[in-house]
C-alpha cells in the first residue's frame, strides 16, 4: 500500500516569511495533485503535476515534482495570513486518491 | 460559480437517528465520491461512484450507504449514527481516469455532522 508522508506536520510562521513543505511517497506517483483546505471547506486545487523533474509556478507558489516521481515539495515565498490552511498532497490511481498525512500551516499576521 | 454543492454545510443529529447529506454538480463528471474527514486528518474514501456502479472502500462500515439517481445528484446515508460518525463528509467529483490522463477530484465545501 502506497503511503504519502508529509512534513512538517504542523508549521507556524510570521507573515513575509517562506517556507517549504514536502510530500513523499513509498512508490512511484502516478500524477501528483496539491490541495489547500482552509477550515470549515473543501480542499482546493492548487495545481497537478505529471512529468518527473517539473516545476510549477502559481504566483507566489512554487511546486517541484522530484525527478524520480516520488517526491515533491511547496515552497510558499512572503507568506500571507491567507496561505493559512491544511495543505495536502495526493496521488490521482485510476478512480481512487491516496492522500498525505498533511501539512498545517499557520501563517500569523 | 459553486460546481460542487454540498447540504446542508451544518448538520446536527441524535445518536441512532438516520441521516442524509446531498451533494450536486454541474461539471457532469462521471465519478462521485464520499469521503469522512475527521480533524486535522485526511479524508478518508468511504467509497464511489463510476456513473451508477458502485464502489465501497472494504473498511466502509456497513451503517453507510449511498444512492445516486443521476448524473448530478449523490448521496450519503448514515443509518444509525454513532458518536465516532461525528466528522466532516467532503463530496467529490472527476472525470475518468485514464492509464494516460489522471483526472483531478473537485471537492465541495463539506458537511460537518455533529452527533447529541
Known amino acids: 500500500t502506497q503511503l504519502l508522508e508529509q512534513s512538517p506536520q504542523f508549521l507556524s510562521i510570521q507573515e513575509g516569511e517562506n517556507l517549504t513543505v514536502y510530500c513523499n511517497s513509498s512508490?512511484?506517483?502516478?500524477?501528483l495533485q496539491w490541495y489547500r483546505q482552509e477550515p470549515g471547506e473543501g480542499p482546493v486545487l492548487l495545481v497537478t503535476v505529471v512529468t518527473g523533474g517539473e516545476v510549477k509556478k502559481l504566483k507566489r507558489l512554487t511546486f517541484q515534482f522530484g525527478d524520480a516521481r516520488k517526491d515533491s515539495s511547496l515552497h510558499i515565498t512572503a507568506a500571507q495570513t491567507g496561505d493559512t490552511g491544511l495543505y495536502l498532497c495526493a496521488d490521482s490511481g485510476t478512480y481512487k486518491y491516496i492522500f498525505g498525512t498533511g501539512t498545517r500551516l499557520k501563517v500569523l499576521a | 460559480d459553486a460546481m460542487v454543492i454540498q447540504n446542508p454545510r451544518y448538520q446536527v443529529t441524535q445518536f441512532g437517528k438516520p441521516v442524509t447529506l446531498s451533494c450536486s454538480q454541474t461539471?457532469?463528471?462521471?465519478?462521485m465520491y464520499w469521503y469522512q474527514q475527521k480533524s486535522s486528518q485526511a479524508p478518508k474514501l468511504l467509497f464511489h461512484y463510476y456513473d451508477k456502479d458502485f464502489n465501497n472502500e472494504a473498511d466502509t462500515p456497513d451503517n453507510f450507504q449511498s444512492r445516486r439517481p443521476n448524473t448530478s445528484f449523490c448521496f450519503l446515508d448514515i443509518r444509525s449514527p454513532g458518536l465516532g460518525d461525528a466528522a466532516m463528509y467532503l463530496c467529490?467529483?472527476?472525470?475518468?481516469?485514464?492509464?494516460?490522463?489522471?483526472?483531478?477530484?473537485?471537492f465541495g465545501d463539506g458537511t460537518r455532522l455533529s452527533i447529541l
Open positions: 512508490s512511484v506517483f502516478s500524477s
Open positions: 467529490a467529483t472527476s472525470r475518468v481516469s485514464t492509464r494516460y490522463s489522471n483526472q483531478p477530484q473537485h
Open positions: 461539471l457532469n463528471h462521471n465519478v
